[in-house]
């Protein structure tokens, strides 16, 4: 094991402890941040197999989580962006899916959506729900 490999799992403990306590917000709305800032890709979305633009998920309120999921494990796969932070958080959004830490945004564990949209659409996405959470608690 190398000491990035360590390192990556002591920070997923550190980020599995802290967040088994409630819905984080600030590291997820900076993680987005820096993605946003890093993308390049703003191309329209299609679902061709010619389309070189990736499509994700644009979730239903409520469903959120879900898609934040499926969406950054799409992302991971196909090598888009920084996959470390793209890794940290798909681990966030996991495990506030599976101790349904943020009520508000996993009525379900099911991606539901009536649109897709290509990476910079979905990131904006997961800032816009954090940051809306982040007002709220202020």
Same mark, same amino acid.
């Given at each position: 094991?190398?000491?990035?490999? %360590?390192?990556?799992?002591?920070? +997923? @403990?550190?980020?599995?402890?802290?967040?088994?306590?409630? #819905? *984080?917000?600030?590291? &997820?709305?900076?993680?987005?941040?820096?993605? %946003?800032?890093?993308?390049?890709? +703003? @191309?329209?979305?299609?679902?061709?197999?010619?389309?070189? #633009? *990736?499509?994700?998920? &644009?979730?239903?309120?409520?469903?959120?989580?879900?898609?934040?999921?499926?969406?950054?494990?799409?992302?991971?796969?196909?090598?888009?962006?920084?996959?470390?932070?793209?890794?940290?958080?798909?681990?966030?959004?996991?495990?506030?899916?599976?101790?349904?830490?943020?009520?508000?945004?996993?009525?379900?564990?099911?991606?539901?959506?009536?649109?897709?949209?290509?990476?910079?659409?979905?990131?904006?996405?997961?800032?816009?729900?954090?940051?809306?959470?982040?007002?709220?608690?202020?």
């Amino acid at each position: 094991m190398n000491a990035s490999m %360590l390192s990556y799992i002591l920070f +997923s @403990c550190l980020l599995l402890s802290v967040q088994a306590q409630n #819905c *984080t917000v600030r590291d &997820i709305i900076r993680y987005t941040k820096y993605l %946003l800032e890093e993308s390049s890709v +703003s @191309c329209p979305c299609r679902e061709t197999a010619v389309s070189s #633009c *990736t499509c994700l998920p &644009i979730a239903e309120p409520g469903h959120e989580l879900a898609c934040f999921v499926e969406g950054t494990e799409h992302m991971l796969k196909n090598n888009i962006s920084s996959n470390a932070v793209i890794a940290r958080l798909n681990l966030s959004f996991q495990i506030q899916l599976d101790r349904n830490l943020c009520k508000s945004l996993a009525r379900g564990d099911q991606c539901q959506y009536k649109t897709k949209g290509n990476v910079k659409e979905f990131l904006n996405k997961i800032l816009r729900t954090y940051q809306t959470i982040n007002k709220s608690r202020a």
